[in-house]
């Protein structure tokens, strides 16, 4: 039955890149507070046993579902990159340079000294930095340099013995650096500063939310009194009686009539208000001073929550608060503010930028939602639709323009395909974020060819090396574990000097800044744990698409320096 099992596996290679993404994402599920082995390090550990048994893969599925993920990656980066490039995220871009070049350094360093070959050094490079992404590009710059078919074959096996080794305290590691060790060496009181920092930028920690039976927004009736405030006002000047607070008049009952609230709508004594705002201030400030009143056909006024792309040039960049005083945004509320690639939720605060390619939740009455959509953007209607022709035509074109080589003299430069396909990705991610009349990908079509599409090439790598990788590990020996420590270790210290005291990045956020600068997603959740606040996220976004795309070439740049 075994022997059965083991030449099927040998005959249709194909389950076996299968059996190892099946115990890949399984086992790489199991999480001790928040840190695991994840998918790809399981993926390739259970893919190197499997490959014990001797299974041959021929044909170009490595490279296509590579080609896969970095196009997914670009895609997902591309709004923030461009913008970290060329906007107001430059002082964020140019740290996370400074970072990646710190992590590059490290590694050749730690690969020089320790005598490493390429296929290790590249190995110890991502496994310590968890940039799984840099070994395809490693991987081509290697089988471009022209050496023998069975020494590129050797360096290529050494690859993932190293970076399995070094890639749980990669990921660990950077999380313990970051999150326990970098508020003390710091001497930085976390939970402390991103509190100063909402108070800095006019906001407040709010409890509760969705699947609670609290919520922040709300619309109650009010029976003016004869002798309220907002007697004798016109709505738009009742509103401003709250000048700190953002409330509206939606519809008002006067002489037993209902209608729409305009601005200039004059108020009397005795009028049934309908007003919307924050659930607090309608409780403390309306309601101790007014009759609130179950009036429900005054309330009945069709109410409804959307998700809206950001493309309007006009709104970029823009604040919130700025934002806030358009007409456009009369009547709406703000619930939600999703930026990045891995959907990192921005805290909402006066002083908070709004780029475009965000995703933003708001509430209010129909026809005023549509009025703060138009303003924004488009709405972001749910869809299992992929832009397929998208897709295939812009990875073509990156791949064709990557495979492009220009010879310096005798050394030949090229971005290779797969750089191509990652450079095609930011562009077509940022060509989307101003135009999104076309190439729709949905969510979970790029968390797909993302974390599928890497996990199939980590696979066949894994399975491909599975027979050297034992021995390879017998020679390397368990020092190469001590280097990744230090390879891991070194740039995250420096970075975190370099943020706070070089870029003068404020204490609530330059933590999340080197989290980003890594692509150290766990750091980040350790972070804003320890912080008891989301404000550490401000830092990670654009750090975190720079930081990507860097580390990943640098795989190709480390093949150069090494041979």
Known sequence: ?????????????????????ALGYYFGSFTYKGLGLGAVTATLIAAVIIGQIGITISGPLKPTFFLMFLFAIGYGVGPQFVRGIAQDGVPQAVFAAVVCVFCLAAAYVGAKLAGYDV?????????????????????????????????????????????????????????????????ALLGID?????????????????????????????????????????????????????????????????????????ADTVIHAGDVVAVAGRRDVLVSLIGEQAEEIDDRELLAMPIEGVDIYVTNKDVDGKTLEELASQSSARGVFLRKITRGAIAIDIPILPNTKINRGDIVTIV??????????????????????????????????GALIGAIVYKAGSVPLTLSTSGGALISGLFFGWLRSVHPTFGRIPSPTVWFMNSVGLNIFIAVVGISS??????????????????????????????????????????????????????????????????????????????????????????????????
């Open 1 to 21: 039955m075994i022997n059965w099992f083991f030449q099927t596996l040998k005959s249709y290679p194909e389950i076996a890149i299968f059996l190892s993404l």
């Open 119 to 183: 296929g290790s050094a590249v190995g110890l490079y991502a496994g310590s930095q968890t940039i799984s992404a840099s070994m395809g590009l490693a991987t081509d710059a290697i089988n471009r340099t022209g050496m023998p078919a069975e020494e590129a074959k050797k360096l290529l096996d050494a690859m993932p013995v190293a970076y399995a080794v070094t890639y749980i305290f990669g990921t660990v590691g950077s999380a313990i650096v970051l999150a326990l060790l970098g508020p």
């Open 190 to 262: 976390l939970e402390a500063a991103c509190k100063k920092y909402e108070e800095e930028h006019g906001g407040k920690k709010q409890t509760g939310g969705p699947g609670t039976a609290w919520h922040q927004f709300d619309v109650r009736a009010f029976r003016v009194a004869e002798r309220g405030l907002a007697v004798g006002k016109t709505v738009q000047q009742a509103e401003a009686l709250l000048p700190d607070h953002r409330v509206f008049i939606l519809r008002i009952r006067q002489a037993g009539k209902i209608m729409d609230a305009t």
């Open 364 to 397: 209010g009455r129909t026809p005023d939602v549509a009025a703060a959509t138009k303003m924004l953007g488009r709405p972001d209607r749910a869809t299992d639709v992929a832009d397929v022709a998208f897709i295939g035509a812009a990875i073509a074109i």
């Open 466 to 563: 599975g027979p050297g990788f034992v021995a390879g590990l017998q020679q390397l020996g368990f020092s190469l574990f001590f280097w990744g420590v230090a390879v891991t270790t070194v740039p995250l210290i420096l970075a975190m000097y370099v943020g706070k005291y070089v870029f003068r990045f404020h204490d609530a956020i330059v933590l999340g800044c080197c989290s980003g600068a890594r692509t150290t997603t766990a750091s980040l959740g350790m972070i804003n744990d320890r912080a008891k606040s989301q404000i550490p996220g401000l830092g990670y976004t654009v750090t975190y698409a720079v930081g990507n795309t860097l580390l990943t070439i640098w795989g190709m740049v480390l093949v150069m320096l090494m041979t």
